[in-house]
């Protein structure tokens, strides 16, 4: 999953804040092919779920994370609980 939300992809400055999506004219001026870029989606959404059936099978995957820290956080305290 390569995804973003519109607040992190604001932050590049490629993105178009009227279509909230990623703008040809300035990947195509800054030489960053589309392709790469991750889909941007809104934070207040389930992504997908985990399907490992050895470990939380069904729990959601929602909201995004650009720091470490947090996802670090979740981690522990996912294996906590």
């Given at each position: 999953?390569?995804?973003?939300?519109v607040?992190?992809?604001?932050?590049?400055?490629?993105?178009?804040?009227?279509?909230?999506?990623?703008?040809?004219?300035?990947?195509?001026?800054?030489?960053?092919?589309q392709?790469?870029?991750?889909?941007?989606?809104?934070?207040?959404?389930?992504?997908?779920?985990?399907?490992?059936?050895?470990?939380?099978?069904?729990?959601?995957?929602?909201?995004?994370?650009?720091?470490?820290?947090?996802?670090?956080?979740?981690?522990i305290?996912?294996?906590?609980?």
């Amino acid at each position: 999953m390569h995804i973003t939300d519109v607040s992190n992809a604001s932050r590049t400055m490629l993105m178009n804040i009227d279509t909230l999506k990623w703008d040809p004219l300035l990947c195509r001026f800054f030489g960053i092919p589309q392709h790469i870029l991750p889909e941007i989606r809104s934070s207040a959404e389930i992504y997908s779920s985990i399907s490992n059936p050895e470990v939380l099978t069904g729990i959601p995957i929602a909201g995004v994370s650009i720091y470490l820290r947090e996802i670090y956080l979740c981690i522990i305290y996912l294996n906590i609980k």
